[in-house]
């Protein structure tokens, strides 16, 4: 069975500072693994993607994530935090049906 | 096409009564998922649907709970004898493939009072 374990359920951070959003994932097979975010009272977009081809991830907004087998991990980040980051980031694994971990909220201070 | 589209979009409901959602995917998308949200936590999966075969129903769905796709498109997931607890925002999500990302709608919002 396959299952998403986001590690930190809040971060915080400062305007211009690195953004780092932690998942593990677990299944039995080469799963696809996707990263969600979701605005306050907006519906969830999707960030980015990864499907097995290259490792290294490029999103929307900056955001990059890294797929490394031997970690069972796909974190998140971006270099600089904007204002309008600040929002709720779902870490989401796909073998078959799709699995949404519980959730990192991302606060921006200025 | 404007994306996932689910109806309606907030419902109040009394304790003990029926209540069906409508969900209509992205045109041609297969696959169909429908998911729960409560405040503060991650959607939880509660079934998905590749054409109009139900695939996988989540142990944690109770039997009050049914989903169908009839002919492969718009689906309807039906809450029979309402719970307080089971007050939540309902999600829809479609894809084209396995493992391709999935759209959202912008959800229902069940209250049961």
């Known amino acids: 069975a396959q299952s998403v374990t986001q590690l930190d359920s809040h971060v915080s951070v400062s305007e211009g500072t690195p953004v780092l959003l932690r998942c593990n994932y677990s299944?039995?097979?080469?799963?696809?693994l996707f990263w969600y975010v979701q605005h306050p009272n907006k519906g969830l977009q999707l960030l980015l993607k990864?499907?097995?081809?290259?490792?290294l991830v490029k999103g929307i907004n900056g955001f990059e994530a890294e797929f490394k087998k031997s970690e069972t991990s796909f974190h998140l980040t971006k270099p600089s935090a904007h204002m309008s980051d600040a929002a709720e980031y779902f870490c989401?694994?796909?073998?078959?049906?799709?699995?949404f971990g519980a959730g990192t909220r991302l606060t921006v201070k200025p | 096409d404007t994306g996932v589209s689910q109806d309606p979009r907030h419902k109040i409901t009394k304790r003990g009564q029926n209540v069906t959602f409508r969900c209509d995917p992205i045109?041609?998308?297969?696959?169909l998922y429908w998911y729960r949200q409560t405040l503060g936590q991650g959607p939880e999966f509660l079934t998905y649907?590749?054409?109009?075969?139900?695939?996988?129903k989540s142990r944690l769905l109770s039997d009050r709970f049914s989903a169908e796709r009839p002919k492969g498109s718009f689906s309807t997931l039906e809450i029979q004898r309402t719970e307080q607890g089971d007050s939540a925002m309902y999600l829809c999500?479609?894809?084209?493939?396995?493992?391709?990302?999935?759209?959202f709608g912008q959800g229902t919002r069940l209250t049961v009072v």
């Open positions: 999500a479609s894809s084209s493939l396995m493992n391709t990302e999935a759209f």
């Open positions: 299944s039995s097979y080469s799963p696809s």
């Open positions: 990864y499907t097995s081809a290259a490792t």
């Open positions: 989401v694994v796909s073998d078959n049906d799709m699995r």
């Open positions: 045109s041609e998308h297969n696959r």
């Open positions: 649907f590749q054409n109009e075969a139900q695939l996988e």
